[in-house]
């Protein structure tokens, strides 16, 4: 599976955003599908996890502000992201299966004060 984020770019605190992550193939059979994020000098991190019955869960620090959706129709998978922070700057990378088995390329999200 080929998957391509998009939607990054530069906001100012407290603006929204909404991460978009197409695969090249069907994503009904995926059980999870995750959102993870990477800073500078860090290790990815784990932001959103959604699973095909629709449970999900997510990072404290995310918690109230983003939403994990997913279309399987489409073959989509959504990040959406209210209040941000400067906190919240990074490259956003989706995941597709345990592991995952598959990222995409990131995006990155700058937020400003």
């Known amino acids: 599976i080929q998957l391509t984020e998009s939607g990054g770019r530069l906001v100012q605190a407290g603006e929204s955003l909404r991460l978009s992550c197409a695969a090249s193939?069907?994503?009904?059979?995926?059980?999870?599908m995750t959102w993870y994020l990477r800073t500078p000098g860090m290790e990815r991190k784990l932001v959103a996890a959604?699973?095909?019955?629709?449970?999900?869960s997510y990072a404290e620090s995310v918690k109230g502000r983003f939403t994990i959706s997913r279309d399987d129709t489409k073959n989509m998978l959504y990040l959406n992201m209210n209040d941000l922070t400067p906190e919240d700057t990074a490259v956003y990378y989706c995941?597709?299966?345990?592991?995952?088995?598959?990222w995409g390329q990131g995006t990155e999200v700058v937020v400003g004060f």
């Open positions: 995941g597709a299966g345990r592991g995952p088995s598959f």
């Open positions: 193939e069907s994503i009904s059979g995926v059980d999870l």
């Open positions: 959604i699973v095909t019955d629709g449970s999900v």
